[in-house]
């Protein structure tokens, strides 16, 4: 059974940090890259970093490139988020895909497995 759970959301000020992790389980593709995504509030999903499992290439989106850093020790992926934004306020998914194109994989729609989510709201 394929399990990715998510950790570490919360409420955050502008400006300040967090890290997400995915603890992953159960998926076992020799190649497959895991992903953060985010859905805002009246809004779609949308991608925000993958990672390749094996080789550790990663693809960002263009609005957090400078800002969040994915990292992974397998099997927990995490996601350091820096100088958050209020906009970046939305359930983030943690997914999994196989595979091994990590830029490709933040344009996906559609992933293999998904988690339940964890909410991350910046406000002060």
């Known amino acids: 059974q394929v399990r990715l ?14 890290r997400l992790s995915c603890a992953v389980s159960g998926f076992t593709p020799t190649y497959y890259v895991i992903g953060w995504f985010r859905q805002a ?3 779609g999903r949308e991608g925000v970093s993958c990672i390749a ?3 550790g290439s990663t693809g960002y989106a263009d609005s957090v490139e400078d800002r969040f850093t994915i990292s ?11 100088n ?4 970046n306020t ?3 998914y943690c997914a999994a ?8 994989c933040v344009k996906r729609l559609q992933m293999d497995y998904w988690g339940r989510g964890t909410q991350v709201t910046v406000s002060s």
């Open 5 to 18: 759970e998510e950790s570490g959301g919360g409420r955050v000020q502008p400006g300040g940090s967090l």
């Open 41 to 43: 509030p009246g809004k």
């Open 53 to 55: 499992r094996r080789y």
């Open 72 to 82: 992974r020790e397998n099997p927990v992926v995490d996601l350091e988020m820096n």
């Open 84 to 87: 958050l934004k209020p906009e």
């Open 90 to 92: 939305a359930v983030y």
């Open 97 to 104: 895909l196989s595979g091994e194109n990590a830029r490709a």
